[in-house]
């Protein structure tokens, strides 16, 4: 089966509307992918302004970068899957670790928001990785696999089918360090057992599996080359189309 090749940028708490327009279209205007699938998950004031510029290319879509899990009520501030589906978003960031770290979502609440993502026919990109210390301690690939089977194993495998999984090594996110290609095919290739073992070879064959953690024009090529690798989700280069633009050339040239 053939996996659905993914860029996804993540501008986290970054840029104001004029800034991230601009950047929008830039990337826009930079390249019109083919054989990858582009996502722009932005600040949620940006959404459907972004999702405005994006439309006409049917390869780039923007994602939001969280979601509460309830349909409406009294959560101030937060919102709900279909405020966001309503302004042509059409996936969602859950999981990521600073949401875990600085929010204290628990496993049970990423759990809720998987599933209240998928009932309203957006596409989680779920998120998961281990910290330095849990890598030094060799326990990484139990402590991720942990993370799946609390957060995400509980799906049916046609729901599973329908969430793209990435994995984000914590010691690599805005440090400037990098897994090499051959943990990131380690651990990708372990994810992938996983799902193949909890919903069989079909389902583990067809999930796109992303890479997150300092990807930049440098080493996209060779990240993006390993076979369990189907992309990127990126962080402090989606910010300049410059960066992102490559990065974006580099899985369309495999």
Same mark, same amino acid.
């Given at each position: 089966?053939?996996?659905?090749?993914?860029?996804?940028?993540?501008?986290?708490?970054?840029?104001?509307?004029?800034?991230?327009?601009?950047?929008?279209?830039?990337?826009?205007?930079?390249?019109?992918?083919?054989?990858?699938?582009?996502?722009?998950?932005?600040?949620?004031?940006?959404?459907?302004?972004?999702?405005?510029?994006?439309?006409?290319?049917?390869?780039?879509?923007? +994602?939001?970068?969280?979601?509460?899990?309830?349909?409406?009520?009294?959560?101030?501030?937060?919102?709900?899957?279909?405020?966001?589906?309503?302004?042509?978003?059409?996936?969602?960031?859950?999981?990521?670790?600073?949401?875990?770290?600085?929010?204290?979502?628990?496993?049970?609440?990423?759990?809720?928001?998987?599933?209240?993502?998928?009932?309203?026919?957006?596409?989680?990109?779920?998120?998961?990785?281990?910290?330095?210390?849990?890598?030094?301690?060799?326990?990484?690939?139990?402590?991720?696999?942990?993370?799946?089977?609390?957060?995400?194993?509980?799906?049916?495998?046609?729901?599973? +089918?329908?969430?793209?999984?990435?994995?984000?090594?914590?010691?690599?996110?805005?440090?400037?360090?990098?897994?090499?290609?051959?943990?990131?095919?380690?651990?990708?290739?372990?994810?992938?057992?996983?799902?193949?073992?909890?919903?069989?070879?079909?389902?583990?064959?067809?999930?796109?599996?992303?890479?997150?953690?300092?990807?930049?024009?440098?080493?996209?090529?060779?990240?993006?080359?390993?076979?369990?690798?189907?992309?990127?989700?990126?962080?402090?280069?989606?910010?300049?189309?410059?960066?992102?633009?490559?990065?974006?050339?580099?899985?369309?040239?495999?």
């Amino acid at each position: 089966m053939t996996r659905k090749k993914i860029v996804a940028g993540n501008w986290k708490m970054n840029t104001t509307i004029t800034d991230g327009t601009a950047l929008a279209q830039a990337v826009t205007d930079g390249v019109t992918p083919i054989k990858t699938t582009v996502i722009m998950c932005t600040p949620a004031t940006h959404l459907h302004t972004v999702s405005e510029i994006v439309k006409e290319k049917s390869n780039i879509h923007t +994602g939001a970068q969280n979601c509460y899990p309830a349909e409406k009520g009294a959560y101030t501030g937060e919102l709900s899957v279909s405020m966001i589906e309503a302004v042509g978003a059409e996936y969602i960031v859950i999981g990521h670790s600073e949401r875990r770290t600085y929010f204290d979502e628990s496993g049970d609440f990423l759990a809720k928001k998987v599933d209240i993502t998928l009932a309203g026919g957006l596409t989680p990109i779920y998120c998961c990785g281990e910290a330095l210390d849990i890598r030094e301690a060799g326990t990484h690939v139990k402590y991720v696999g942990n993370q799946l089977k609390a957060e995400l194993f509980h799906l049916s495998a046609e729901d599973f +089918g329908k969430v793209i999984v990435a994995y984000e090594p914590i010691w690599a996110i805005g440090t400037g360090v990098t897994a090499s290609p051959a943990q990131a095919q380690e651990m990708h290739a372990e994810l992938r057992q996983l799902i193949a073992n909890q919903y069989g070879e079909e389902v583990a064959n067809g999930t796109s599996i992303l890479y997150g953690g300092s990807v930049k024009p440098a080493n996209a090529t060779e990240l993006f080359s390993c076979p369990d690798v189907d992309g990127g989700l990126v962080g402090g280069a989606s910010l300049k189309a410059e960066l992102f633009v490559p990065i974006i050339e580099a899985m369309e040239a495999l």
